[in-house]
């Protein structure tokens, strides 16, 4: 079973970094695409992608980050990270880990296997 692991959250100034980690676990992380979703407080605000990661190590950002914030993986450490600057208030969420056996994920499908989450609070 695909377990992920998520570290790094916290509460940060406008303008501050935050570098997230995610250990994988119980497949080979390799071939797995690996993706940051968030999910921000509020009725009606739905998980939306951040970052992505493919097998080949293409990158995709949603273009509110584009440019702050930046997606790695180290296939030998079974890790993938999310490195966020400059950060602004609206960067407020949960952040999700997420794994799938598709070469890039995008969008999460029924075989998405999930973090618990980390908390990053942005003050201005």
């Known amino acids: 079973q695909v377990q992920l692991v998520e570290s790094g959250g916290g509460l940060v100034q406008a303008g501050g970094s935050l570098r997230l980690s995610c250990v994988v676990s119980?497949?080979?992380?390799?071939?797995?695409?690996m993706a940051w979703f968030r999910q921000a407080p509020g009725p009606g605000k739905q998980r939306e992608l951040v970052?992505?990661?493919?097998?080949?190590?293409?990158?995709d950002y949603a273009g509110s980050v584009k440019g702050r914030f930046t997606i790695s993986r180290d296939n030998a450490k079974n890790t993938v990270f999310l490195q966020l600057n400059s950060l602004k208030p609206e960067d407020t969420a949960v952040y999700y880990c997420?794994?799938?056996?598709?070469?890039?994920?995008?969008?999460?499908?029924?075989?998405?296997?999930w973090g618990q989450g980390t908390q990053v609070t942005v003050s201005s």
């Open positions: 997420a794994a799938d056996l598709n070469p890039i994920l995008l969008v999460a499908t029924t075989q998405t296997s």
């Open positions: 119980g497949t080979i992380f390799s071939i797995h695409a």
């Open positions: 970052a992505a990661i493919a097998r080949s190590g293409r990158t």
